[in-house]
């Protein structure tokens, strides 16, 4: 499986999900930046987490405005896996990909440190390969973190299975404790915390790798070749 991992200006965490990829779960991985308009020959596309344009207007505001982001819905809407963390979660909320708005954690406190999360659904793309109910230990690491929706758009996130992970402890304030949504398909996926930081048990936690392996996993199931 081929990943693009893009690049905006101010992303810090493009290396680690491009070693997530490579080392991680040798899988074919590709930086691609922000100003390219065309990503048919990837698989799988993945946003990273960092500091887009400065977090300047809000973050992810800007990066929303990229060239990418047409490549971007152009591939989401074939149905190819498309992962936000972090920054790239606020990308895809200001982008119009996911539902909802980040405000300002609660406290006002950047909050760098590994969390609980509660794995709530096992039937999408990004989480064949966990148990539904398992607790994973996952780093955050944010300022503005606090995920905000209306309850109608809860009500569908909910109805819809699309929470697939929710915080144990919820450090930010996140509405209904929600750490990580996807669209209405199930193929687009936006997480704060970042699993691309928990792939080494020797660093904390591989609880990450699940993630990624089951995006393959998927992946492979659809694209078998029959002989
Ligand atoms: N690690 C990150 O992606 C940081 C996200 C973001 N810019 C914030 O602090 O809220």
Redesign the pocket.
Known sequence: MKFAVIVFP?S??DRDMHHAIQEGIGEEVHFVRHTESDLASFDGILL?????HG?YLR??AMAATSPIISAIKKEAEKGKPVLG??????VLLEAGLLPGA?L??EGQR?ICRTVELRVENTKSIFTTSYEKGQIIRIP??????NYFCDEETYKSLKDQERILFTYEDNPNGSVHNIAGISNERGNVLGM?P?PERAVESLLGSDDGLKLFQSIVKSWRETHAVHS
């Open positions: 101010g810090n965490c990273p987490g960092g500091f887009s977090d973050s992810g963390v972090c920054n790239g979660f606020q980040m300002s954690n950047f955050v690491a944010h300022g503005d973190g704060m970042h």
